[in-house]
């Protein structure tokens, strides 16, 4: 496997149920994110991950719940729902190193439909 | 003002034809600047970093005007293939991480 991997690639959920967003990155990055994009917006950062250590939480509800237990995972937990967090949620992985300045690389992203 | 501006278009070019896309983005600590590229229902993808002196790569030529606070991709000879969404991308640095700021994107659709 090469790159940023994540799973599902759909996911319909009920507002009531518990789910969880899988990402893995195989490219020796340290830095890890969660973005949102719904229709007619740009993507929204939703969590920051750097070694491991949470670094950023864009004001997103609780009921996202992000965890990373290294630096190649990290996992989106989703509970209580609301229709209006139907999104694309796209996990993407950086180096760090200060200066460099490097773009990011994308997962697949995971589109999540509420019902 | 919006962090990352760009017009969504969609802009309608015949293949062959040269197209331009701008860019303005509100904070003057931007360090890096990039041009990615989303195909329709799929993630985005890096085109090419931009560079103060400016830079091409084949067909795709991108320029900083940091002055003005203003990015520029310049498509030469449109392909088919063209046809996406192309998203202007701003970096910061905050406690030694990069986080990237998005604009909304603008649509391109080359024809036959």
């Known amino acids: 496997e090469t790159g940023v991997t994540q799973t599902p690639r759909h996911l319909v959920m009920g507002m009531t149920n518990k789910k969880s967003l899988k990402c893995e990155q195989h490219l020796g990055h340290n830095a890890m994110y969660w973005y949102k994009q719904s229709a007619k917006k740009p993507l929204e950062l939703m969590f920051v991950?750097?070694?491991?250590?949470?670094?950023e939480n864009n004001s997103v509800p609780s009921r996202f719940s992000p965890e990373c237990p290294n630096s190649s995972h990290l996992f989106l937990h989703l509970h209580t729902l609301q229709p209006e967090d139907s999104a694309l949620y796209l996990c993407a992985s950086s180096q760090t190193a200060p200066g460099t300045g490097n773009g990011y690389t994308f997962g697949s992203g995971t589109r999540l439909t509420v019902v | 003002r919006k962090e990352v501006e760009q017009d969504p278009g969609p802009f309608n070019v015949p293949e062959g034809a040269t197209v331009a896309f701008n860019c303005t983005y509100s904070?003057?600590?931007?360090?890096?600047f990039f041009w990615y590229r989303q195909d329709c229902r799929k993630e985005p993808k890096l085109l090419m970093s931009?560079?103060?002196s400016g830079n091409e790569d084949g067909r795709f030529t991108a320029q900083l005007n940091r002055a003005s606070q203003y990015i520029s991709l310049l498509i030469r000879d449109s392909k088919l293939s063209d046809s996406a969404t192309y998203l202007c991308v701003v970096n910061g640095w905050n406690s030694g991480y990069s986080t990237l700021t998005f604009g909304k994107g603008t649509m391109l659709l080359v024809s036959p």
């Open positions: 991950y750097s070694l491991e250590e949470r670094v």
């Open positions: 904070n003057s600590a931007s360090q890096s």
């Open positions: 931009v560079y103060s």
